[in-house]
């Protein structure tokens, strides 16, 4: 699995994961199975003004997965959408995050059921329920 990573700095697998998305000095696409880094998005630096972020730069980047430590509704329901996973930020440099989630121990964000209800998916390879499975359940 292919997940992303906004960091606080490169130092490949041992980088801190920004607490934010927009703190991010650049983000790291690293192969969870094999820990191989595919490739690092940094931050221009030659701006006078601090550059930053933002959750548009995800449509240009192809990934499985990505770790966060705080997503708003909409865009954790624009990744859910495009069956990105979506892990919680637990420990604070990619190691130790891979460490955990390659023993299936990473939380990860779930929907809300209002959210979940607006969503149409194939929910099967997520291992959540959706709102097909509540409205089955309603009946």
Do not use: W
């Not at 990505?66 to 930020?89: A, G, M, P, T, Y």
């Not at 990473?106 to 059921?113: D, G």
């Amino acid at each position: 699995m292919l997940v992303c990573f906004p960091v606080l700095n490169d130092e490949g697998l041992k980088s801190q994961l920004a607490k934010t998305f927009e703190s991010a000095k650049a983000l790291l696409l690293v192969d969870s199975q094999k820990l191989t880094i595919h490739s690092v998005l940094p931050k221009t630096d030659h701006y006078p003004h601090p550059v930053f972020f933002s959750f548009s730069i995800l449509d240009e980047i192809v990934f499985d997965a990505i770790v966060l430590d705080i997503v708003n509704e909409v865009d954790l329901q624009k990744l859910k959408r495009e069956n990105k996973r979506v892990f919680k930020l637990e420990h604070l440099t990619i190691d130790k995050t891979l460490e955990v989630m390659n023993v299936g121990r990473l939380s990860e964000f779930i929907l809300t059921n209002d959210i979940l209800r607006n969503i149409v998916h194939d929910h099967a390879p997520h291992g959540f329920f959706c709102g097909r499975d509540m409205a089955k359940e309603e009946k």
